[in-house]
């Protein structure tokens, strides 16, 4: 149960952002652009700095809910593991390892990205515009993480929740769902 009363029963950030639809505009816009847009980097790799971002900051629901979209765009559990737990070992790019340590570092607090960090991810191949979009995806995520953390949202505890909104994130993107679609949302958790 949130820590205020919404006007739904949704969970984790899907009911904060049903909550307020004019604050929830900008914000589900930015992530379509961001996580859904053209870009260099693939849907699975900008969904990896959201996760990353999300682990470190020991958000439940984020977490869960890209890490189910990593998987459902074809990464494994092991590929998840690595990143979280050895991120120099994990099966990625050495540009990517570089940008998910870029993202690490905002996670932690902006000024914690040095410039050893740009350059090792430069040399690695990384454009501008993927070091500018992998700090803007990690402070989005700091932003979504503390919102339905400092809320108090319920996180769901059954995987296949995850595994249903991968599954539309995939497919639909981070645009707000259908009327319906939300409705049948709430049915599921009343």
């Given amino acids: 149960m949130a820590y205020i009363q919404l006007n739904n029963k949704l969970p984790g950030i899907t009911g904060l952002l049903e909550n307020r639809l004019d604050t929830a505009a900008p914000i589900r816009a930015l992530t379509q652009i961001l996580l859904r847009g053209e870009n260099t980097l693939t849907e699975m790799e900008r969904e990896l700095l959201a996760t990353i971002v999300s682990h470190k900051n020991q958000c439940r629901y984020c977490t869960n809910a890209h890490a189910a979209t990593v ?6 559990p092991e590929l998840l593991d690595k990143v979280y737990h050895d991120l120099e070992n994990a099966p990625v790019s050495e540009k990517m390892k570089a940008l998910l340590e870029i993202a690490s570092q905002v996670q932690e607090n902006g000024k914690a990205v040095r410039p050893e960090h740009i350059a090792r991810a430069k040399k690695a191949g990384a454009s501008d515009r993927e070091i500018h979009d992998s700090v803007l995806i990690a402070a989005l995520f700091c932003l979504y993480n503390r919102y339905v953390d400092g809320l108090g949202t319920y996180c769901p505890q059954d995987p296949a929740y995850y ?3 991968a599954s539309r994130l995939v497919t639909h993107g981070y645009d707000r769902p259908k009327n319906e679609m939300a409705r ?5 958790f009343k």
Avoid: D, R, S
């Fill in 71 to 76: 998987l459902a765009l074809g990464g494994t």
């Fill in 163 to 165: 595994q249903k909104l």
């Fill in 184 to 188: 049948q949302g709430e049915e599921n």
